[in-house]
């Protein structure tokens, strides 16, 4: 691959710094499992919004309150409602991926996807997959 097919690449902010709070002591660095998301080189810790995971560990260990979660609801439902697509891949080769996490029987909640029940089951979630447009 040349340099000329790949592309530069930015990702939303997910986490900012208030330059008039940090105080350049690294704190959040050190907590940061990415490290390299941010730069300490200049007045203040600067975040690369392509390489951070957004984690929130640099929030946890900023005892300046420097650091805070960039909230893009109202930007993301916005774009929703006007078909902003979400990349530039066509829609077909776009893998839907789900994140399910395990459930116990103390779980009253109606899943998402699945039967109706305090469990979501793999193969009631892979039925109600099927079902879907343009997956499995």
Partial sequence: MSSADITERTQPQVINVDKDKCVNCHACISACPVKYCNDGSGDYVKVDSDT????????????????????????????????????????????IMLLISPCTQSVQSTPVLGEAGPCCTPRSTTQSLTSLPGTM
């Fill in 52 to 95: 951070c995971i957004g984690c929130g560990n640099c929030l946890k260990a900023c005892l300046h309150q420097a650091r805070y979660y960039v909230d893009d609801f109202t930007a993301f439902m916005s774009d929703l409602d006007n078909h902003v697509p979400m990349c530039n891949d066509p829609p077909e080769s776009i893998p």
